[in-house]
T-cell receptor, first 108, second 115 residues
């Protein structure tokens, strides 16, 4: 069965430090993976998706099929990065499964 | 402004009293879905709809109903709410039938408390 695991509920880093939010998935098919972000008092929004291989707001994520991971990384964290981050897996044509989320706090 | 709206934003009700949470999008999106967000469980899909009159169960459909009579609206119906349905609910839409193949636009959320 499909599953998305985000092992860290809370993650705190200092401003300017590198940050990595972990995401592992379990799916027998070909995965499509996404990172969504929810800033304080704002709605959930797409941050990036692996098929685009893009960098958004300095964040990148590489799909590692061997390790079944899709970790989100940023070399230098900023205060405005503080938010709730969700990793999501699309299976088949219609379902999107979310992880439990990681709350990132960037300490000034 | 292109957006997904939900009403009400906050609702406190009692067990067994039928309620409907409305969701509307003005972007002519085909795909719409409902999620519930619970601490420690993340977001879980309740129902989704690929187009008008086409709906299907998500991960946690028990106790919920939906309808899609018009493209823009996708109401979530709780016929007999119970306390375990106390949660934060999000509606989302995406342009095409394939969820995830394009950006999902989320509504602001509806916080429901069932006493």
């Amino acid at each position: 069965a499909q599953r998305v695991t985000q092992p860290e509920k809370l993650l705190s880093v200092f401003k300017g430090a590198p940050v990595e939010l972990k995401c592992n998935y379990s799916y027998s098919g070909s995965p499509e993976l996404f990172w969504y972000v929810q800033y304080s008092r704002q709605r959930l929004q797409l941050l990036l998706r692996h098929i685009s291989r893009e960098s958004i707001k300095g964040f990148t994520a590489d799909l590692n099929k061997g390790e079944t991971s899709f970790h989100l990384k940023k070399p230098f964290a900023q205060e405005e990065d503080s938010a709730m981050y969700y990793c999501a897996l699309q299976t088949g044509a219609n379902n999107l499964f979310f992880g439990t989320g990681t709350r990132l706090t960037v300490i000034p | 402004e292109a957006q997904v709206t939900q009403n009400p934003r906050y609702l406190i009700t009692v067990t067994g009293k039928k309620l409907t949470v409305t969701c509307s999008q003005n972007m002519n999106h085909e795909y719409m879905s409902w999620y519930r967000q619970d601490p420690g469980l993340g977001l879980r899909q309740i129902y989704y709809s690929m187009n008008v009159e086409v709906t299907d169960k998500g991960d946690v459909p028990e106790g919920y109903k939906v309808s899609r009579k018009e493209k823009r609206n996708f109401p979530l119906i709780l016929e007999s709410p119970s306390p375990n349905q106390t949660s934060l609910y999000f509606c989302a839409s995406t342009p095409h039938r394939l969820a995830g193949s394009d950006t999902q636009y989320f509504g602001p959320g509806t916080r429901l408390t069932v006493l």
